[in-house]
């Protein structure tokens, strides 16, 4: 249990840190937020200034050694997720890392090999889009409200193809490696609520093979802006994930669970449902008990002071959607399905 003042260390200082965390961390009595290096040291000032943090590094590894530095945000995008956490970890720091966990597979069984000195802290940012219902949907499908799941029905996408945007991080490899649009984050949540998927076979498509980065420069793009991907799911439904940034006018983002005896449908932090002999879908109230919200950076300060485990979301949880992730990109280069346990 640590005991004192807990002092944290801020790598990369983008919207979620500076809107979430930060604030999040500096709420929580006892904890400060000691420092901090973003990409450059004008914008580590700025930070400073903005939420009065004591000290800036042009150097992310002066702060990773700091002495007084108990634990390490690691709020950059994926392509550092890796190489900054087994860093901390060596210095026996605490690690919180933005999502998605890390580029590919490989890399997050790295960070899942050194997480193994018991009194360390180490979480993957949660997926958030579902933290107020999932309780509920776990809640509903335990009690047999769906009878036997038979099947899954995800889709997020609703906008027309735009020709001439810039290219954002998310569509190039170098920055976020093998993960596509919201895939990871909508797989998440599919694995709270109906565990993990056997297999996959998966198609993608993209559709602006070029587009100018930061600097005009002309880049070659590879991530898909359009995909989908069947799952066999280790109980036995099968699953479907449409993501695109392509489906103009279709409908919000969407989650259905088809079962048996009933249906579940997710849509705008809205739970729906109906069983057989309902006429229609209506609206399930969320109990007061079975309600939660954003509580990151308190969960992760009291897993350090000994007070609960990491639930929201452990490395072995953000290995699983990351083994995912390989599986859809080998998938769509092979034409095959593949076996996530082969992997």
């Known amino acids: ?47 400073a200034a ?14 990773i050694t700091a002495e007084d530095i108990d634990a390490i945000l690691i709020g950059t995008w994926p392509y550092k997720h890796c190489e900054f956490t087994l860093a901390a970890l060596a210095e026996e720091k605490h690690v919180l890392c933005e999502a998605r966990m890390a580029m590919n597979l490989a890399e997050a069984r790295q960070m899942v090999e050194a997480a193994v000195h018991p009194e360390l802290i180490t979480q993957i940012v949660p997926s958030p889009m579902t933290l107020r219902v999932d309780k509920t949907i776990k809640r509903l499908i335990g009690e047999g409200y769906l009878g036997t799941l038979l099947a899954v029905e995800c889709r997020d996408g609703n906008s027309l193809v735009d020709p001439g945007g810039p ?23 599919m694995l709270r609520w109906v565990g993990p998927a056997k297999s996959v076979f998966a198609q993608g498509q993209v559709t602006v093979i070029t587009r100018k980065d930061g600097d005009g420069k002309t880049c ?6 359009h995909l989908d991907v069947v799952i066999e799911l280790a109980g036995g439904a099968q699953g479907h994930i449409q993501i695109s940034s392509v489906t103009g006018f279709a409908r919000l983002a969407e989650v ?52 609960e485990k990491i639930r929201l979301t452990p490395f072995d949880e953000g290995l699983k959607y990351m083994a995912f992730t390989e599986a859809v990109a080998r998938s769509m280069e092979s034409g095959q399905r593949i076996e996530i346990d082969s992997l």
């Open 1 to 47: 249990m640590a005991e004192g003042t807990i002092r944290i260390g801020i790598i990369g200082a983008g919207d979620n840190t500076r809107v979430m965390h930060i604030p999040g961390f500096q709420a929580i009595a006892g904890v400060e937020v000691a420092g901090v290096c973003n990409r450059s040291k004008a914008s580590s000032e700025k930070v």
């Open 50 to 63: 903005q939420f009065r943090i004591a000290r800036v590094y042009e150097d992310w590894k002066e702060l």
């Open 167 to 189: 290219m954002h991080w998310r569509q190039d490899v170098a920055l976020s490696g093998l993960n596509i649009m919201s895939m990871g984050i909508w797989y998440e949540a």
């Open 220 to 225: 070659d793009i590879k991530v898909p802006d």
């Open 256 to 307: 259905f669970l088809f079962g048996s005896e009933g249906t579940l449908r997710y849509s705008e932090d809205t739970l729906y449902g109906a069983q057989r002999g309902d006429g229609q879908l209506q609206k399930i109230a969320i109990l007061p008990e079975d309600e939660e919200s954003w509580r990151v950076e308190e969960e992760f300060i009291n897993a350090i002071r000994g007070k």
